[in-house]
């Protein structure tokens, strides 16, 4: 009899031995589930924040080759952010606004200069003493590059106030008043800036002007959040 019986413990412990099999395959399976989870999904590191993302499968094309596996990857489409509070950021910081509005107003500027320069030169009465192509070339060059020149460093002047200023407004009101207010106070601030050398009445017209560019400005940015 003991050895039937442990003839019968050896088969009792075989027949325990599948049945534990598929279990810690179920737990390693569970397991390494939820630390692939962990892996493709970004936002478990990120403290909470989601960004926009979509589902990408790398063997989709070849699945059936592959014997119908699947591996569904969440790809985001938005920039991701190590901390929250660079992903938080509803605008741009001070220096990266500078160094945005002054050259923007460079280039625009230089280039509306250079436009209205050339439609100048066009308008230009005929001079015989001009007839070369190497003299109307000079002569195009030189009405163009005068105006675009002044129009660059007054257009770049303007983006620096204005930028400035906005950012110190910004600075100031903290989230307590609308963004666009503080756009259109900077408008008004850098153009009255601009033409203060010109006297009280000058400055307080271009304010005026600046103000309501700002707030084109701001509306703009309904539709385009990057200006």
Request: charged content about 20%; some cysteine; proline content about 6%.
């Amino acid at each position: 009899m003991g050895l039937l019986d442990i003839l019968g413990g050896r088969d009792r412990n075989a027949q325990r031995e599948p049945e534990e099999e598929p279990a810690a395959a179920a737990t390693e399976a569970s397991t390494s589930g939820s630390s692939s989870e962990v892996l493709r999904d970004p936002a478990a590191s990120l403290g909470g924040f989601e960004p926009p993302n979509r589902l990408y499968d790398p063997y989709a094309d070849i699945s059936t080759a592959m014997g119908g596996r699947r591996a569904a990857f969440q790809l985001p489409e938005g920039p991701e952010f190590v901390f929250q509070e660079e992903a938080a950021a509803r605008r741009r910081g001070w220096t990266e606004n500078l160094q945005f509005y002054t050259g923007l107003g460079y280039l625009g500027g230089g280039a509306t200069g250079f436009a209205i320069g050339g439609y100048r030169y066009i308008n230009l009465p005929a001079d015989p003493a001009f007839s070369t192509p190497k003299l109307k070339a000079n002569r195009l060059l030189n009405t163009s590059g005068s105006v675009g020149r002044r129009m660059a460093c007054s257009s770049a002047i303007l983006g620096l106030f204005f930028s400035t200023s906005e950012s110190y407004f910004s600075h100031l009101a903290d989230g307590r008043v609308p963004d666009e207010a503080c756009t259109v106070a900077a408008g008004f601030l850098a153009a009255g800036l601009f033409r203060s050398v010109r006297g009280p009445k000058a400055a307080a017209i271009a304010g005026t002007v600046g103000a309501v560019a700002a707030g084109g400005l701001a509306a703009a940015r309904q539709y385009f959040p990057s200006l």
